[in-house]
């Protein structure tokens, strides 16, 4: 109470300082009311200028492939199904790869500093621009894998996915690539819940003779499980949106294939592709694509937080 | 294969053979000799930070979950030194149950905590039995009968902490560890822990550590008091001893130290 | 057999043997590509440094001789990450302030917080794509279209939502005594934030918001039709209305090119960028664990 009372005289005493006072106060209000403004700005804009493409296909545009400039005929299909394709197959991938990595630098099967070490090299990979791995996946990705792909094709050909001839860059190569991003994403967000897990909890398991995978597996995992799926969602968001490195590899063709070993499209890629040329209703309807992205990842974003409020009161 | 040590008494379940135990270069007890009595409850007692937990820890291989924690000389149990390259910890810790200071129930339900442990002990028998019979025997069945489904954390801190001796009780284990059990509880529950553990002794050796006396005098048949001093070898650190041990009543009434002397009439501690 | 010992073909052994296995194959499957990765870039970009790059402009693809040098893409970054930063940084740091210091976590700053978080999440390209829309096709900028203020106004929606973060979490940490303290001595909320607990948590917040500049370097889906890119020097305030290069775009354009050349110049980019943001990041982890020591002492 005393305290208040000070600031209160002073107040009184400096009508200038009480004044600008007020005005820091509302200058932070405005300014941190802009991340609301930029945000709702971006959805409105890319919602009215896909309006006219909205109007003109309705929901069809998702389900039509045809992407022809010259019929100005536009859907979408291809680019959605690629995005969904590689980023759920790319996330298929990484979470187990990044789940035993965190699991692997969490217990004590190495020395500490050899786990930190691990640990703080592969958050440093996340800070790689995609560019550049986009460019890496180019040169020497895409060679390294090319008798690899065209194992996979004489074997499993018969598989929708590998039904194609590999033929130079493809989705697959995009998903590999996504799972060399999304590595660090889930490794350090599963390492994090992982050492969030209160020790007593292992303490408890070991305490009862349990061994330490059964601990793992029956204990620690389940108690971290909510921090891991947020990360598992935040790194889809990521890969649905990322758009670099899988433009500079995917192959950018809207010839729609079930197979992942044909060239193909997302929407990033298309958006990054055509964006600059393009004109006329075809805008309308990049933008109209850029819409179904962002809903896609506003909802998986949202769906993350929305997890990480709902499980982090639970200890 | 190590040989019964001759000299030990048929009814020692566990003995420490001139035991020290470092956390990296830091000696936090040293040179241990002492034995523990089938279907005894012992206490260890002493000021903290002598090092009674660590010890205690010690007997079942939980201080392996420590980094950089050693030990040098024997624990045997059941005729076999526990810090043999061979022993397998895990096996250690079925035999050797441990009850920890804060209650550490499974985020699962009441039932799921019992069984979890039981399961993995490949308990085969019928569950809902023993899980009844652990918590009677835990003194908590009357509480939480009727809400076998709820999580284990929707128990009071006395009734968590007698879910976990019910864990423990579950996997029917030879001794019993418990590291100041009743440490973060109210008296009643304290009460209830030690009519527990008065009805557990039938059939378990069990390994106390407390910093209450009364309790210590209460539910203990032996009592061994730990202390600390400052070494000259040492860098300063105190390292901690195991000062005497001897029945709980000569321990309280005539304890051959001045330093039991001492700490058991609260001159320090 | 002596029961207490470990016996390997235990149900339970052979499973933990087997889980552990696996997780140390899953460790060398996910790290060692990375460690290839990061010295193939170092090693084959390093090797295509030489000074002209930096001085010179690039040629048009097209001639496999001599491509030329980056200096306008570099000059463009530094300018583009400098927009970015003349912008997102007083906002960020603003917006953060408001959060922490004076919205106690009523409704309005939760719905702030949510807003950074899915700010956060919204795919760069849709930041390109906002600006492509309010600013480079409506020539608001005093009739230019792609420029490279369009590509920085870009680039700080990405950067906007880690400044503010970081400027929050760590105006956080600052304990509540010394705020007390200087608004006990009858000092304003301002010159308590200003004086008081900005200068505190200025050093995590500086570090967060240099990882942030960092990582908006390397960024290019905002650039590619905001910026665009260009062949010239720039010379004067003026350019900042034209297209503008940056070390991303050139990655991009030269990766894509058919010519060796160019695709030389593209991973002699790559080294620059690779390295100057992992120095960056190395760099703000060491100070990080330095402050961090000095304080338990
Ligand atoms: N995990 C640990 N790492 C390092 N030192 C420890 C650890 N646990 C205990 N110690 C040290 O060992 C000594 C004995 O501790 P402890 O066994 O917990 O004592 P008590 O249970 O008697 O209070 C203390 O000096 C303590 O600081
Ligand atoms: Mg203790």
Same mark, same amino acid.
């Given at each position: 109470m005393e305290e208040k009372l000070t600031l209160f005289k002073n107040r009184k005493r400096f009508g200038i300082e009480k004044n600008i006072d007020i005005i820091f106060k509302n200058t932070a209000l405005v300014l941190s009311s802009f991340v609301a403004i930029i945000l709702l700005g971006i959805i409105l804009v890319v919602f009215f200028q896909s309006f006219e493409s909205f109007s003109r296909y309705g929901l069809k545009f998702l389900v039509t492939s045809e992407w022809n400039p010259v019929k100005d005929e536009y859907g979408a299909f291809t680019a959605i199904y690629g995005t969904l394709v590689t980023s759920f197959l790319s996330l298929l991938i990484t979470i187990p790869l990044g789940v035993g990595t965190a699991i692997f630098i969490t217990e004590d099967f190495v020395p500490k500093v050899v786990r930190e070490i691990i640990g703080s090299f592969v958050e440093l990979l996340a800070a790689?621009?995609?560019?550049?791995?986009?460019?890496?996946?180019?040169?020497?990705?895409?060679?390294?894998?090319?008798?690899?792909?065209?194992?996979?094709?004489?074997?499993?050909?018969?598989?929708?996915?590998?039904?194609?001839?590999?033929?130079?860059?493809?989705?697959?190569?995009?998903?590999?690539?996504?799972?060399?991003?999304?590595?660090?994403?889930?490794?350090?967000?599963?390492?994090?819940?992982?050492?969030?897990?209160? &020790?007593?909890?292992?303490?408890?398991?070991?305490?009862?003779?349990?061994?330490?995978?059964?601990?793992?597996?029956?204990?620690?995992?389940?108690?971290?499980?909510?921090?891991?799926?947020?990360?598992?969602?935040?790194?889809?968001?990521?890969?649905?949106?990322?758009?670099?490195?899988?433009?500079m590899i995917i192959g950018n063709s809207n010839a729609f294939s079930w197979s992942i070993l044909s060239p193909g499209y997302t929407i990033s890629s298309m958006l990054a592709n055509q964006f600059g040329e393009a004109d006329g209703s075809q805008v309308s309807s990049l933008?109209?694509?850029?819409?179904?992205?962002?809903?896609?990842?506003?909802?998986?974003?949202?769906?993350?937080?929305?997890?990480? &409020?709902?499980?982090?009161? &639970?200890y | 294969m190590i040989k019964t040590n001759k000299k030990t008494p048929k009814n020692i379940i566990l003995s420490l053979e001139n035991v020290s135990i470092s956390y990296g270069t830091f000696e936090a007890v040293r040179n241990v000799f002492c034995n523990f009595k089938k279907g005894d409850i012992t206490s260890l007692i002493g000021p903290s930070g002598c090092g009674k937990s660590t010890v205690l820890r010690s007997l079942n291989r939980m201080n392996d979950l420590i980094p950089n924690c050693s030990l040098k000389g024997t624990v045997l149990f059941d005729g076999t030194n526990i810090y043999d390259k061979r022993v397998d910890p895990v096996e250690v810790r079925r035999r050797i149950g441990m009850v920890f200071q804060q209650p550490n129930p499974f985020p699962k339900s009441i039932y799921e905590n019992i *069984?979890?442990?039981?399961?993995?002990?490949?308990?085969?028998?019928?569950?809902?039995?023993?899980?009844?019979?652990?918590?009677?025997?835990?003194?908590?069945?009357?509480?939480?009968? +009727?809400?076998?489904?709820?999580?284990?954390?929707?128990?009071?801190?006395?009734?968590?902490?007698?879910?976990?001796?019910?864990?423990?009780?579950?996997?029917?284990?030879?001794?019993?560890?418990? +590291?100041?059990?009743?440490?973060?509880? +109210?008296?009643?529950?304290?009460?209830?822990?030690?009519?527990?553990?008065?009805?557990?002794?039938?059939?378990?050796?069990i390994i106390i550590v407390t910093h209450n006396m009364q309790q210590a005098l209460r539910v203990s +048949?032996?009592? *061994?008091?730990?202390?600390?001093?400052?070494?000259?070898?040492?860098?300063?650190?105190?390292?901690?001893?195991?000062?005497?041990?001897?029945?709980?009543?000569?321990?309280?009434?005539?304890?051959k130290e001045k330093t039991t002397q001492e700490y058991i009439s609260g001159k320090f501690g | 057999m002596n029961s207490l010992y470990y016996q390997k073909r235990l149900s339970r052994n052979i499973g933990d043997t087997f889980f552990t296995s696996l997780s140390v194959i899953c460790a060398l499957i996910a790290i060692l590509p990375l460690i290839f990765l990061v010295t193939y870039i170092l090693i084959k970009g390093g090797s295509q440094i030489t000074p002209e790059l930096f001085t010179l402009e690039p040629n048009p693809p097209g001639d496999d001789l001599d491509a030329g040098g980056i200096n306008p893409a570099l000059i463009g970054t530094l300018i583009i990450t400098t927009i970015a930063s003349i912008i997102a940084i007083p906002v960020g740091v603003g917006g953060g302030i408001y959060l922490a210091e004076y919205s106690k976590g009523g409704a309005f700053s939760r719905f702030i917080r949510f807003g950074v978080n899915v700010l956060a999440g919204v795919p760069s390209i849709i930041a390109g794509v906002f600006i492509y829309a309010l600013i480079v096709s409506t020539k608001i900028l005093f009739g230019s279209m792609y420029s490279g203020l369009a590509g920085g106004m870009a680039l700080s929606i990405l950067m906007l939502p880690t400044v503010i973060k970081t400027t929050d979490e760590g105006l956080k940490l600052v304990p509540n005594e010394l705020r007390y303290a200087s608004l006990g001595v009858g000092a304003s909320m301002y010159t308590t934030i200003l004086k008081v607990?900005?200068?505190?948590?200025?050093?995590?917040?500086?570090?967060?918001?240099?990882?942030?500049?960092?990582?908006?370097?390397?960024?290019?889906?905002?650039?590619?039709?905001?910026?665009l890119f260009s062949y010239y020097y720039i010379t004067g305030f003026g350019d900042l209305f034209y297209e503008m290069g940056s070390l991303a775009v050139l990655i991009y354009n030269f990766a894509l090119e058919p010519y060796d050349a160019q695709n030389k110049l593209a991973w002699a980019a790559s080294f620059i960028l690779v390295l100057s943001i992992l120095s960056v990041n190395i760099f703000s982890r060491i100070l990080a664990a330095f402050t961090e020591k000095t304080k338990r002492v």
């Open positions: 790689i621009p995609s560019v550049v791995l986009g460019l890496w996946a180019i040169f020497v990705m895409e060679p390294f894998f090319r008798a690899f792909f065209v194992f996979l094709h004489n074997f499993f050909g018969w598989i929708p996915l590998f039904s194609t001839e590999p033929t130079g860059r493809n989705s697959l190569l995009a998903i590999l690539i996504l799972v060399v991003m999304l590595l660090p994403i889930v490794t350090s967000i599963a390492r994090d819940s992982l050492n969030q897990v209160p &020790k007593k909890l292992r303490n408890a398991a070991y305490g009862i003779g349990a061994s330490r995978w059964k601990t793992i597996f029956s204990v620690i995992l389940p108690a971290a499980l909510s921090g891991i799926m947020a990360g598992v969602l935040l790194a889809l968001g990521r890969a649905m949106g990322e758009t670099m490195a899988v433009t933008f109209y694509a850029a819409f179904v992205l962002m809903i896609l990842s506003l909802v998986v974003n949202i769906f993350a937080q929305w997890l990480v &409020k709902k499980f982090s009161l &639970k | *069984a979890f442990g039981a399961r993995i002990n490949g308990f085969v028998g019928d569950m809902d039995e023993l899980v009844e019979s652990s918590l009677r025997k835990a003194a908590l069945w009357d509480e939480c009968k +009727d809400k076998l489904n709820d999580s284990g954390y929707s128990l009071s801190g006395g009734q968590q902490q007698r879910l976990c001796i019910a864990r423990t009780i579950a996997i029917e284990p030879e001794i019993i560890l418990m +590291d100041e059990p009743c440490s973060a509880l +109210d008296p009643i529950s304290t009460l209830k822990i030690e009519e527990t553990m008065h009805e557990l002794k039938k059939n378990y050796t +048949d032996m009592t *061994a008091f730990f202390n600390a001093i400052e070494y000259e070898d040492g860098d300063g650190g105190k390292v901690g001893y195991l000062a005497e041990v001897n029945t709980t009543k000569k321990i309280f009434n005539s304890p | 607990t900005l200068p505190s948590a200025i050093r995590s917040i500086a570090t967060g918001v240099v990882l942030g500049i960092a990582r908006a370097a390397g960024e290019t889906a905002p650039l590619i039709f905001t910026a």
